[in-house]
């Protein structure tokens, strides 16, 4: 693996061996992410990576790189076309770090309006609004906690980002939702693709 993973997950599992807390081990890992998206051996290696999403038919992959044994944390890549855009969608009940390593995209913020407290929320129809809009750029990361609503914009560039989760996700449902008619559509979310990242 490249030096600076390799780093990167000595450091987190010393995290996740001194934490129990989810909060604050993210807060701690998050300005891991951030040196290692600055590394100029995984920038170079990443020109390699393939490009395989289908978003407008509804495939989606992640690279990925490490599953730890023991702590269940992974290391994932999404690479994006220009003018590519996921679907507005959750992560379910998982924490994420997505740091951009190269490219720009414009990232949108939602939350439910619909949800009532010490009440279920419906798992059919969700209504949305829009909380937040802005352009990132590399080394940008975006902490996203369970259930927070969210989708990418890419410009006119390929993006590819370098994501950080408490667990691989591709083996239970995730939302995906109409931001127009709030229709939620249940989905197993990325393909997981086991990938060396080698120099």
Aim: aromatic share 10%; charged share 35%.
């Amino acid at each position: 693996m490249i030096k600076a993973a390799e780093k990167f997950v000595s450091d987190v599992r010393a995290i996740y061996e001194r934490e129990d807390d989810m909060e604050t081990r993210f807060d701690q890992i998050r300005p891991l992410l951030q040196e290692l998206l600055k590394d100029e051996e995984l920038k170079e290696a990443s020109k390699a990576w393939p490009f395989r999403n289908e978003p407008e038919k509804g495939y989606i992959e992640n690279l990925l790189f490490y599953e730890d044994p023991d702590h269940k944390f992974v290391l994932n890549s999404l690479l994006k076309k220009p003018h590519e855009s996921t679907p507005v969608h959750d992560h379910a009940h998982t924490w994420t770090l997505y740091g951009v390593l190269r490219g720009t995209e414009t990232v949108i913020r939602f939350e439910r309006t619909d949800v009532v407290e010490n009440e279920t929320p419906s798992e059919d129809h969700a209504d949305l609004r829009k909380i937040s809009e802005h352009q990132v750029t590399p080394g940008y990361i975006d902490f996203v906690r369970p259930y927070d609503i969210h989708v990418e914009h890419t410009g006119e560039e390929p993006v590819v980002g370098v994501i950080f989760r408490d667990q691989r996700v591709g083996g239970f449902l995730q939302n995906y939702y109409d931001a127009d008619t709030g229709k939620i559509k249940k989905t197993k979310g990325p393909t997981q693709i086991p990938y060396d990242l080698e120099a």
